[in-house]
């Protein structure tokens, strides 16, 4: 990982927007639209996307593979390939300032101390040939223009804040001497390294076992808890977020079709997608049970069906469901829920065991 400009040289300091008190506005996506070009056609990957995220707060993206959540973290963080993909619409504020009109400097020098990420292969994005140590040294060397010394020192540090046994030793070892959970730890250090005040985390929990997911998510809400960060968990499992997690936001088909507090969206799902992936969660008091699935697949984003793109794989579906597209309508406030019987839903249990 390289951090220097074009000349070698150590970059400017990072544009400073203003500052935000605890519980102030961060970040704002606002009706944000990219599509890829293929050879197969134009795949429109998100339609109109819209968050927000506080600071202290926890945000939890949640949907199937494909639904959009990682390629909205990649564009806010600056990192979408461009080709194939490109941004037609929309914004994305930090700190009141519009990061698709700023240069490739200015959006470069916010990553990291501004906002940061954690990625969900840990083996892949971090380099073999160097040392777990060098690699989170190197943001001080380069960004703050700390010495080798002191900002190994730092590096320790940063290891055992994230509960590495006898880091100064570890701080030597390069990554395929980690352990997969161990890996995720040592990229948590990295992503908090320069003190951001946005982190993303893109399924922190992939590939590990439950212990350690229990561990990393623990870890991170401490973490946040600690620094008053605004956080962003990116996540397919809503079964991980329920003790982490502020507000939920449900992605489907490249859109947020529920939004709500995390307890207002488990006590009362108004969207037939987040009933779906609630029922689909393993739960001890139906121990011996089939699991319940979500039939089908979620759409080709090529050729994305008329009307409601989850109508196809919904049992409450109408024919009205065809051929309409469902707004994202506010039910009350922080509810928000974009589905043609949303009202109904709030209101009533009658459509859910009904359909």
């Known amino acids: 990982m390289n951090f220097r400009g074009k000349n070698g040289s150590a970059p400017a300091t990072p544009v400073a927007g203003p500052s935000v008190a605890p519980g102030g506005r961060l970040l704002d996506v606002e009706d944000l639209h990219v599509e890829f070009r293929t050879r197969d056609g134009v795949a429109k990957v998100l ?10 707060e926890t945000l939890a993206v949640l949907g199937e593979s494909g639904s959009g959540k990682s390629v909205t973290a990649q564009t806010v963080m600056g990192i979408l390939d461009v080709p194939p993909g490109a941004i037609t619409g929309g914004q994305i504020r930090f700190k009141g300032q519009d990061m698709l009109t700023m240069t490739e400097e200015q959006r470069r020098l916010i990553r990291g101390d501004g906002i ?23 943001q001080f060397r380069v960004r703050r223009g700390m010495s080798r010394k002191d900002s190994t020192a730092r590096a320790i540090e ?31 250090a990295m992503s908090l390294a320069l003190d951001p005040e946005v ?6 929990t992939t590939a590990l076992d439950v212990t350690v997911q229990a561990q990393i998510m623990d870890l991170l809400k401490e973490i946040q808890r600690e620094r008053q960060m605004g956080m962003i968990l990116i996540t397919h499992d ?20 529920e939004q709500a ?9 108004c969207h037939p997608y987040t009933i779906a992936l609630l029922e689909s969660i393993p739960r001890v008091d139906l121990k011996g049970q089939k699991l319940v699935s979500i039939s089908g697949l979620p759409p080709n984003l090529i050729n ?14 109408r024919d009205e469901c065809l051929t309409r597209t469902p707004p994202l309508l506010e039910l009350a406030p922080g509810r928000l829920s974009a589905c043609l019987f949303a009202e109904k839903l709030h209101h009533s249990e009658e459509v859910v065991s009904g359909g």
């Open 158 to 188: 940063l290891l055992d804040q994230v509960k590495i046994p006898n880091p100064a030793r570890r701080v030597k070892e390069y990554p395929h001497q980690f352990s997969g959970g161990m890996r995720q730890r040592v990229m948590i």
């Open 304 to 317: 994305t069906p008329g009307g409601c793109a989850f109508h196809p794989r919904c049992r409450m579906a």
């Open 261 to 269: 507090e995390v307890h207002d969206l488990y006590a009362n799902p």
């Open 116 to 138: 940061a990420m954690v990625f969900q292969d840990a083996l892949s994005a971090l380099n073999p040939v160097f040392t777990v140590g060098f690699q989170i040294a190197e």
């Open 199 to 204: 982190l993303i985390a893109d399924e922190p």
């Open 238 to 257: 809503l079964g991980v977020v329920a003790d982490v997690a502020d507000r939920i936001a449900v992605m489907y088909a490249g859109r947020i079709v």
């Open 47 to 56: 339609n109109g996307v819209s968050y927000h995220l506080d600071a202290g």
